[in-house]
């Protein structure tokens, strides 16, 4: 009941444990998910689940991973369209849109990681990772944007933290509110940039 065979089992089995755990740890909480629970929502056994993953922290960690995979791969199609860094800072935005639930998952699963007493080294960095990513795309379009002249000459690093701080600010108000309209907010946001981001007309 433990390893499975060779070829005997769909190589879709860790993907879809996987997203199983994201999405029962996303609608509880780290503690109250037992492996059981997985393996109920999945069909597979829990040897099954031990084969691929070697505890419930692990499938944690793994759990937050797809989470940023997700976001990210969202951002990677949307940015294919950007060609200037206002693109690209847009479609950074766009994507908290389009993966509004992997990201919402995403939050979810680190405010709930951090209320438990005991931290992971692994599992902060997985989250560090997210936001480090997130900082370098910002940064850099900002930088970008201000080099050649067409932002005008904002603070960069500032701006990046505001951006990521409001985008959070959406995800966990929108937790707390369920008549919170997080869409409207999140393309408000994009209105804000544009006018932060233009510069003042030139004076001759």
Known sequence: MGRPKSGSLPVEAETAILAAALDLFAAKNFSSVRTADIAKAT??????????????EELYRRALQLAIEQAFQSFRLSRAAAGDPAGLIFAWIDTHIRAYDSIAKLIKLSIDYISTAERKASIDRAIRTFYDDEREVLLSALES?????????????????????????????????????????????????????????SRR
């Open 43 to 56: 069909g597979f056994n829990q040897a099954l689940i031990f084969y691929y993953f070697d505890n419930k």
């Open 145 to 201: 944007g201000i080099a050649s002249g067409a932002f005008a000459k904002i603070d960069a690093s500032q701006t990046a933290t505001f951006i990521s701080t409001y985008l959070d600010g959406v995800f966990v108000r929108a937790m707390i509110l369920p008549d919170f309209k997080p869409v409207p907010a999140i393309r408000g946001l994009k209105s804000y940039m544009k006018e932060h981001l233009t510069p003042p007309p």
